[in-house]
């Protein structure tokens, strides 16, 4: 199957078309991505003049033709290029999403290139977790550049995490892929690295040149984003300097360092040298991980829900509901249980072994609607810092035994912060809300009677994947947009 145009892809083409970029260039491109011929000269309003089949993905050239480009300046390059009759198509533009979004990073301020911080991607727990298991596998770390003179370049050692088959290391790779938004099929897999004292690695780039790119990266193509995370506080030394942007960072438990090793065009940018600086007293105790410029299927994959702001730091709260509010809940749902109707919502809330309608609702009267809205809406304004407007109060949604509620996203306009209230149930086991975190690590929230949890609802997957064990259990759910928006 094709791959499918979509709004960041006709962005790219209409942002590299207007900067003047070769057309050809651009439809090799994209004939490279998986796009169909006749899709592209449609949303291009062109055909290719020469044989698209002579054709090389100019972002696909190696690191010698790049740095070459670089030295000359890209009017010199083209020249040269042409004058030597070679089939590549110099190509200027960007490609899509160059640069990345991450809820709570801190972007660095370099125009030298892309880097962001990230504190408290992992925590204590899982640092130490993660640091055990490095330990027990380590080897002497290696260079790509087989003719370094200098023995003491790189003196740490490397456990390469990502072929020990632990389940929690797995876990560990997918939240670093699910927060940079790429495919985990564009990536390496994850390393960690461990420094004693006086251990270091001098200062080197992550990209591959020479003969090294032909060797590691002619098929899974250049390095881009390296995440790379502390798992320790240093005692004394190790810091990360990165010299020529005139940034040094001292290791922080749980922080991860995120850069990009390409400049917006694709070449390799020499300003994200850095040198792992020797550990002076205790330890240093890192995981890196790197990706590629190729795999399989599509590149980004975050949905247009994970592109929203984050309004707090973790994503949801669990609270208590004012206790003469819920009182005048409980006597609604009570007086009113026998009006409740099938809900048929398909492939959303379904039975654990078929699609039948696993849930009922009864309908809020509009004064309690408006008394919920009113009443949670000053709570999640002061949670989430933003000014809010109501949209929705859904009824009370009671869920029949064996329910199973999938897991989503909520809508991206008006979803934006939302409540869910346990009004009642009677369960076996407890029935958890299953959500990601801002990190994408999940959580089991359980909910009594009267308690109520604030939450990102359109940022967040959610949902209870667990069928329930019971007779029942009814909640209501509350939602409010960005005023203004």
Not at 291 to 311: D, Y
Not at 448 to 466: C, D, N, T
Request: net charge negative; glycine share 6%; hydrophobic share 30%.
């Amino acid at each position: 199957m094709s791959q499918q145009f979509n709004k960041e892809w006709i962005d790219w083409i209409n942002l590299n078309i207007a900067r003047g970029c070769d057309k050809n260039g651009i439809y090799k491109i994209l004939i490279d991505e998986g796009f169909d011929p006749t899709e592209i000269e449609k949303n291009m309003s062109y055909s290719p003049d020469i044989n698209i089949n002579t054709m090389v993905n100019p972002l696909a050239n190696n690191s010698q033709a790049k740095q070459k480009k670089q030295s000359e300046g890209f009017i010199g390059w083209l020249i040269n290029f042409f004058s030597g009759k070679k089939k590549e198509i110099p190509f200027a533009g960007v490609l899509p999403s160059t640069q990345i979004f991450i809820p709570n990073a801190e972007r660095v301020n370099s125009e030298l290139a892309e880097m962001y911080l990230l504190p408290n991607f992992l925590t204590r727990i899982e640092c130490e977790k993660i640091t055990e298991t490095i330990k027990s596998k380590l080897r002497p770390s290696t260079i790509a550049n087989k003719d370094e003179p200098d023995e003491k370049f790189r003196t740490s050692s490397t456990c390469d995490l990502g072929i020990i088959g632990d389940v929690f290391i797995e876990e560990i790779d997918q939240r670093i892929c699910k927060t940079l938004g790429i495919n985990a099929s564009y990536s390496e897999i994850m390393q960690g690295q461990y420094y004693t004292e006086n251990q270091e690695f001098k200062s080197h780039t992550d990209y591959f040149e020479g003969d090294a790119f032909e060797e590691y990266a002619s098929n899974e193509g250049q390095r881009t984003y390296t995440f790379m995370v502390y798992l320790n506080d240093v005692d004394e030394g190790g810091e990360t300097d990165f010299e020529k942007i005139g940034k040094k960072i001292q290791p922080q438990q749980g922080m991860a360092v995120i850069w990009n090793n390409l400049s917006p065009d694709g070449s390799i940018n020499p300003n994200t040298m850095h040198h792992a600086r020797p550990v002076v007293s205790g330890h240093k105790s890192i995981i890196t991980k790197w990706f590629r410029s190729r795999g399989k299927g599509q590149m980004h994959t975050k949905t247009e829900g994970e592109l929203l702001p984050n309004l707090t730091n973790n994503g949801f709260k669990k609270e208590v509901l004012d206790q003469s509010l819920f009182a005048k809940i409980q006597q609604f749902y009570n007086e009113n249980q026998d009006k409740a109707e099938t809900e048929i919502v398909e492939g959303f809330i379904h039975n654990s072994e078929d699609d039948e309608p696993a849930s009922t609702l009864v309908e809020l009267d509009t004064q309690l609607k408006t008394e919920i809205h009113s009443h949670l809406k000053p709570l999640l304004e002061q949670w989430s810092s933003t000014k809010l407007e109501p949209t929705y109060v859904y009824g009370i949604r009671v869920y029949g035994e064996d329910a199973i509620l999938k897991e989503h996203r909520d809508r991206e306009t008006t979803h934006i912060v939302s409540a869910i209230i346990n009004v009642d149930q009677n369960v076996d086991v407890d029935w958890p809300l299953v959500i990601e975190d801002h990190h994408y690590r999940q959580h089991n929230i359980n909910l009594s009677p009267g308690e109520v949890i604030f939450y990102e609802g359109a940022r967040l997957k959610h949902g209870r994947p667990q069928p329930l064990q019971g007779k029942e259990y009814a909640n209501i759910f509350c939602h409010f947009k960005v005023s203004g928006a």
